[in-house]
């Protein structure tokens, strides 16, 4: 069975930092994984996600997340922080039908 | 926004009542989703419909009653809800299975 966990329930940065949200995985075959944000009173937005191909993955809002197999993690990161980046993070795998959301990591980005 | 709308957004409703969730997709896609999005919990897959057909049923208790008329439709029907059911209900969409998904805005559900 797949699963998907955020060891990080809230990570604190400051303004103009580089960022980490760390996701780790757990899915049998090779892995669908994406990353969406979600801001206050709202769906989910889809920010990047890794099919195959280069292990470094770019999408919206300059974030990017970086594939890593042998340690079946796809890391969030950002080289500089913005304080309108303070949201709620989600890793997502995708098996079959399914995907499957982390529980969610919160961002604050401090000015 | 993201081309996928959910009404109501808020919705307060007794055990007793009968209410039903609305979702409508503009991006021509072919999947569609209901998820359950509780406080300090996982988002949690409740539904999944491709092609029209129900293709996924996360042990959902009956409850909870989905409807899918058409690709770019989906219901949720809800009775003698439980207070433990209050949660935000999040509809989503994606071209097939296995592509990113878009979501609503999603309902904010209150059962009192």
């Known amino acids: 069975a797949q699963s998907v966990a955020q060891p990080e329930d809230q990570v604190n940065v400051a303004e103009g930092n580089p960022l980490t949200v760390k996701c780790t995985y757990s899915?049998?075959?090779?892995?669908?994984l994406f990353w969406y944000v979600q801001y206050p009173n709202r769906g989910l937005q889809f920010l990047l996600k890794?099919?195959?191909?280069?292990?470094l993955v770019k999408g919206s809002y300059g974030f990017e997340a970086e594939f890593n197999k042998s340690q079946t993690s796809f890391h969030l990161k950002k080289p500089s922080a913005l304080v309108s980046d303070s949201a709620l993070y989600f890793c997502?795998?995708?098996?079959?039908?399914?995907?499957?959301f982390g529980a969610g990591t919160r961002l604050f980005v401090k000015a | 926004e993201t081309g996928v709308t959910q009404t109501p957004r808020h919705l307060v409703m007794g055990m007793t009542n009968k209410k039903s969730l609305k979702c409508e997709q503009h991006?021509?896609?072919?999947?569609m989703y209901w998820y359950k999005q509780s406080a300090k919990k996982p988002l949690e897959l409740m539904f999944v419909?491709?092609?029209?057909?129900?293709?996924e049923n996360n042990s959902v208790p009956s409850r909870f009653s989905p409807e899918c008329p058409n690709s770019s439709h989906l219901f949720l029907h809800l009775h003698t809800l439980q207070p433990e059911d209050s949660a935000l209900y999040l509809c989503?969409?994606?071209?097939?299975?296995?592509?990113?998904?878009?979501f609503g805005q999603g309902t904010r559900l209150t059962v009192v």
């Open positions: 899915v049998s075959g090779n892995p669908y």
């Open positions: 419909y491709s092609l029209e057909e129900r293709v």
């Open positions: 890794y099919i195959t191909g280069d292990n």
């Open positions: 989503a969409s994606s071209q097939e299975t296995n592509t990113e998904a878009f």
């Open positions: 997502a795998v995708r098996g079959g039908f399914k995907t499957i």
């Open positions: 991006l021509g896609h072919n999947a």
